[in-house]
């Protein structure tokens, strides 16, 4: 492997982990936080990625924007549906057993399956990336890499950052990680933990749909990607620990890693490389890398 290649095997690894740690945050804030097992945390990837496909005309014809214009209108409605499913659906389980949980949550992801059939068909289908971003960087004397997986890395970067800012430096953050600690607590000191735990739902949600919105140019719009997703993210959920959103990025990362250097060195045993990690590391840490936090 010459360094050209090396590079830009690296540079996929550190794009794959991010966007595997967008939609994974989102699973730990809802997870660590709420105490809800959220199966249809995947689902809300794959809408993003239709929305990405199936809002770009809309946008295009009212407003007269492209792919940024489709983000943002994406990144409204994700916060709107993730606030109308936490008071509809989700506010009942916060003292109910996981089981029921599991059962909830598994039966929106079939909703939303059949919902997306119903609206869109069952077709595989490809966003095109913005102008501005579909050109090449050359890396070497031939080898060029794609502008586009760089801009996913600085947005998941971004928001990442911007995580971290909001839960260690505000008073938002302060009143979510204290509810996460002792909710009852917090509602004696007059905090609306209803309301609380609604917008980190609806956070979380629209985190998992920008996730889904950025990828669709990369990784194509096929039924049933959430569910992969799914399994990998709760994969990041319990290396990085439950409720750690600096654990989950370190675990993304070291999934993208594992994953993508697997796949070129030993393509035989890609396909267990990852959960030989996870074996590994909860042999050394059972709870995860770092705590909620």
């Known amino acids: 492997m010459d360094f ?29 936080i709420m105490g809800v097992i959220n199966l249809a945390h995947g689902s809300f990837y794959m809408i993003g990625a239709y929305m990405a496909y199936a809002l770009a005309p809309v946008v295009a014809a009212t407003f007269g924007g492209g792919f940024f214009a489709t983000l943002a209108a994406g990144l409204v409605l994700a916060v709107l549906l993730g606030y109308v499913l936490e008071w509809a659906f989700f506010s009942f389980l916060y003292e109910r057993e996981h089981l029921q949980q599991v059962l909830m949550t598994y039966g929106l992801i079939l909703v939303f399956e059949e919902l997306r059939s119903i609206l869109v068909g069952d077709d595989v289908h490809g966003v095109q990336a913005p102008e501005m971003l579909a050109g090449t960087l050359p890396l070497g004397d031939v080898m060029t890499y794609p502008v586009y997986r760089l801009f996913i890395s600085g947005v998941c970067l971004l928001l990442a950052l911007g995580m971290f800012l909001v839960l ?3 008073r938002l953050g302060m009143m979510i990680r204290a509810g996460s600690t002792n ?3 917090v509602q004696s000191l007059g905090i609306d933990i209803k309301f609380l735990y609604r917008v980190v739902f609806a956070g979380g949600v629209a985190i998992a749909v920008l996730a889904g919105m950025v990828a669709a140019p990369v990784s194509s719009v096929y039924p049933g990607m959430g569910n992969s997703v799914l399994i990998i993210c709760f994969v990041v959920v319990v290396i990085g620990g439950i409720g750690s959103i600096r654990g989950a990025l370190l675990a993304a990362l070291l999934i993208g890693a594992v994953d993508t250097f697997g796949k070129v060195l030993l393509p035989q045993a890609a396909g267990v490389l990852v959960y030989v990690l996870m074996a590994l590391i909860l042999l050394w840490k059972p709870d995860g890398l770092f705590k909620a936090g």
């Open 183 to 185: 909710r009852e607590m």
């Open 4 to 32: 050209a290649t090396f590079l830009i095997q690296c540079l996929n690894s550190l794009q794959y982990g991010l966007l595997l740690f967008l939609v994974a945050s989102g699973l730990t804030l809802i997870f660590g």
């Open 168 to 170: 260690k430096r505000t």
